[in-house]
C-alpha cells in the first residue's frame, strides 16, 4: 500500500479529504493517505512540500504560484475550490479602527511570510490605491497569535477567511471591517516532482477519490449540521457558506493562472512570470 501525506489548513473546505480517511476510501484503493493540518496556512504548506514534510498540499492558489515560480519542485494538478475565498480584514473588537480607510498605513498580522495573510494584504492596498511596498508585517504563526498580536497593539489588522474567523466576531474578539475576495479560484492541490515521476498512477487514484467526494458533499443529507459541528459554526453560516462555495474537479485555467502571475508581478511579489507548463502538470 502506498503512502501519500498530504496537508491543509483545518477548515471546512477539506473535509472531503477527511470524509474519505474515515470511510477508508483511499485504503480501498490500496493508497494511506496520512493527513497533516497546517492551521498557520499555504506559508508553512509550501515549505513542508520544499523539505519532503508532506508530498501534495492544499493551499491557496496564489501561495502556490508564488513559491513554485520561486523554486519549489512542485507542480499544481488541479484546482481544489473553484470558486473565490472571501478574506475578512479584522480588527480587534476593542480597537477605534472602524473603516478600510482607518486601516491605512497600519501594521498587518500574517501567518507566515509568503502566507496567504500576507499576500492577500498585498491584493488589498492594491485594492485601496494604498503602497504596497510601504505595508509592515508582525508574524503571529495562527489564529491565536493574531487574537493576541490585536490585542496587545503589536499588529491592526488580520486577513482570514470569512467563516472561520465569523465565531471570534460573534463572540466580540474580532470586529471586522470588511471583505476581501479572491480575483480567482482560491485552492489548488500541489504535488512535488518527485513524486509525481514515481507514484503518478497513486495520486491519480487519490484525485479521482477525493473528485468524487467534492462533487457529490454538498448534496449529502444533514452535510451542513456536519460542517457545523466540526468546525464550530453556526448553521445559517455554514448555509451561507455553502451557497458561495463550488469545488472544482478540473486544473485551474491558464487565463486564471496568467491572472494571478500578472498580479503576482504587478506586486512585486514575482520578478518575472514563467511558462503554464513550469507550474500546471495535467494528471
Avoid at 121 to 148: C, M
Avoid at 180 to 189: A, R, S, Y
Avoid at 239 to 268: C, P
Wanted: hydrophobic share 40%; net charge negative.
Amino acid at each position: 500500500m502506498k503512502t501519500l501525506k498530504v496537508g491543509g489548513v483545518p477548515e471546512h473546505f477539506n473535509l472531503p479529504w477527511h470524509l474519505c480517511i474515515e470511510n477508508d476510501e483511499f485504503k480501498n484503493q490500496d493508497i494511506n493517505v496520512i493527513w497533516k493540518d497546517f492551521p498557520d496556512g499555504t506559508g508553512a504548506m509550501t515549505r513542508a512540500l520544499r523539505n519532503g514534510e508532506i508530498d501534495v498540499a492544499v493551499l491557496l492558489t496564489e501561495g502556490a504560484v508564488k513559491d513554485i515560480i520561486s523554486g519549489n519542485e512542485a507542480r499544481i494538478v488541479q484546482s481544489y475550490i473553484a470558486s473565490s475565498l472571501i478574506w475578512g480584514i479584522h480588527v480587534d473588537a476593542g480597537s477605534d479602527y472602524q473603516s478600510i480607510e482607518d486601516l491605512a498605513g497600519k501594521k498587518v498580522a500574517i501567518s507566515r511570510v509568503g502566507s496567504g495573510s500576507q499576500l492577500m494584504a498585498y491584493v488589498n492596498a492594491q485594492n485601496q490605491a494604498w503602497d504596497p511596498s510601504k505595508l509592515e508585517f508582525e508574524i503571529v504563526g495562527d489564529i491565536n497569535g493574531a487574537v493576541k498580536a490585536l490585542k496587545e497593539g503589536r499588529a491592526d489588522y488580520f486577513m482570514w477567511e470569512h467563516f472561520t474567523t465569523k465565531p471570534l466576531v460573534d463572540n466580540g474578539t474580532f470586529r471586522r471591517v470588511v471583505d476581501c475576495p479572491t480575483p480567482w479560484p482560491c485552492f489548488v492541490i500541489a504535488v512535488k516532482n518527485e513524486i509525481l515521476k514515481i507514484d503518478y498512477a497513486d495520486v491519480r487514484k487519490m484525485i479521482d477519490i477525493v473528485n468524487q467526494k467534492s462533487s457529490e458533499i454538498l448534496n449529502i443529507p444533514g452535510i451542513d449540521k456536519v460542517f457545523a459541528e466540526r468546525y464550530g459554526q453556526k448553521i445559517e453560516d455554514i448555509r451561507k457558506w455553502m451557497e458561495i462555495t463550488s469545488w472544482s474537479q478540473q486544473q485551474i485555467s491558464e487565463a486564471d493562472l496568467e491572472e494571478v502571475q500578472q498580479q503576482l508581478l504587478r506586486l512585486d511579489l514575482i520578478s518575472n512570470t514563467i511558462d503554464s507548463s513550469c507550474i500546471l502538470y495535467n494528471l
